[in-house]
């Protein structure tokens, strides 16, 4: 008679598979309760958390190495946003009925590779079982230099407004996944890498430090995320859409139906950097972002008036958008 296979406990599972990403010393090898953490001198802490859960922000038939990326990449762009460099993170795994170990360890291979990428290390957190879906909490600890910490409050009427990489990427890929959207191979293959593996603009904070003026990551939409920085500073903004960065892939998208500019606009997961900087400074923050390896581009200024960003379509009509960005609710 066949026996089942028992499936490893909470302490096997740290002692294989998370306790070896535990590299920082104040992690104790995950084994106290607690860890310990001091900033360097003349710095602060920056924190922030993510959740991400099956069925909202992923897929349950995702890869688990991607969903270990893109679980912790979100919470690195949060602090690249805020000029922060990344320490480490605490990461709470509550695991499905159906969850197996070969899962788990795929899983943190994911964040060992991300870990290595980004040097970062493991400090602690807690696995549990999951009443429902996969559900993953990560809060990532950065620092930056007193007084240092770029806020969505800051930006000043006559900025110039900018945003990181390309835009609508992950948006697309999420509608190829979802068979809502066909499109060749090549653009497919794109697609949804961009919305599977986040890219989270680390090395562009330490130049926001020097010239934003407000900066957010953008992941619940373009437009959306941009009312967010007028609505905390008190100002509004305008952006055309000719100067939007587009990926071949996303612009063959909208030559062929021009619809899907609103999925570029308004659909998130793209985590690139929206930012205000000074009129005087926009050629040093270029020039400092394209040495530091991320491209920028200028989609618009900020001005007076309602904090729900105006959009300039092709002949300068403002647009009419039925949303403004994704919503989880």
């Given at each position: 008679m066949a026996t089942r296979k028992r499936r490893a406990g909470e302490f096997t599972l740290i002692e294989r598979?998370?306790?070896?990403?535990?590299?920082?010393?104040?992690?104790?090898?995950?084994?106290?309760?607690?860890?310990?953490?001091?900033?360097?001198?003349?710095?602060?802490?920056?924190?922030?958390?993510?959740?991400?859960?099956?069925?909202?922000?992923?897929?349950?038939?995702?890869?688990?190495?991607?969903?270990?990326?893109?679980?912790?990449?979100?919470?690195?762009?949060?602090?690249?946003?805020?000029?922060?460099?990344?320490?480490?993170?605490?990461?709470?795994?509550?695991?499905?009925?159906?969850?197996?170990?070969?899962?788990?360890?795929?899983?943190?291979?994911?964040?060992?590779?991300?870990?290595?990428?980004?040097?970062?290390?493991?400090?602690?957190?807690d696995t549990t079982r999951a009443s429902g879906g996969l559900t993953i909490t990560i809060t990532a600890i950065g620092t930056v230099p007193k007084k240092g910490i770029v806020r969505r409050a800051g930006a000043r009427i006559g900025n110039a407004v900018f945003v990181s990489g390309t835009v609508g990427d992950a948006a697309l890929g999420l509608a190829v996944k979802r068979s809502k959207l066909k499109v060749p191979k090549k653009d497919e293959i794109f697609l949804r890498d961009r919305y599977l593996h986040p890219q989270p603009r680390v090395q562009l904070a330490p130049v926001l430090r020097d010239y934003a003026t407000s900066a957010m990551d953008v992941s619940d939409g373009l437009i959306g995320d941009l009312a967010h920085i007028c609505r905390a500073s008190g100002v509004g903004a305008t952006i055309e859409v000719s100067r939007l960065p587009l990926s071949d892939?996303?612009?063959?998208?909208?030559?062929?139906?021009?619809?899907?500019?609103?999925?570029?606009?308004?659909?998130?997961?793209?985590?690139?950097?929206?930012?205000?900087?000074?009129?005087?400074?926009?050629?040093?923050?270029?020039?400092?972002?394209?040495?530091?390896?991320?491209?920028?581009?200028?989609?618009?200024?900020?001005?007076?008036?309602?904090?729900?960003?105006?959009?300039?379509?092709?002949?300068?009509?403002?647009?009419?958008?039925?949303?403004?960005?994704?919503?989880?609710?």
């Open positions: 598979y998370f306790r070896p990403l535990a590299t920082s010393a104040g992690a104790f090898g995950l084994l106290d309760d607690a860890a310990l953490l001091t900033p360097p001198s003349r710095e602060e802490l920056v924190l922030t958390v993510d959740t991400v859960a099956a069925g909202v922000h992923f897929f349950s038939d995702d890869p688990a190495i991607s969903i270990a990326r893109k679980a912790l990449r979100v919470n690195l762009s949060d602090l690249a946003a805020k000029g922060a460099t990344p320490l480490g993170y605490l990461l709470s795994l509550a695991l499905p009925k159906n969850w197996t170990e070969k899962w788990v360890q795929n899983f943190s291979k994911g964040l060992a590779e991300d870990q290595a990428e980004f040097g970062i290390s493991l400090l602690g957190g892939a996303a612009r063959n998208v909208i030559l062929r139906d021009r619809k899907k500019l609103a999925t570029v606009l308004t659909g998130g997961d793209d985590y690139e950097i929206l930012a205000t900087v000074e009129h005087r400074n926009i050629g040093r923050f270029v020039a400092d972002a394209f040495a530091s390896g991320v491209p920028v581009a200028q989609i618009g200024w900020v001005g007076e008036g309602n904090p729900l960003p105006i959009v300039l379509g092709a002949k300068g009509r403002p647009l009419r958008l039925k949303e403004l960005s994704h919503t989880h609710f």
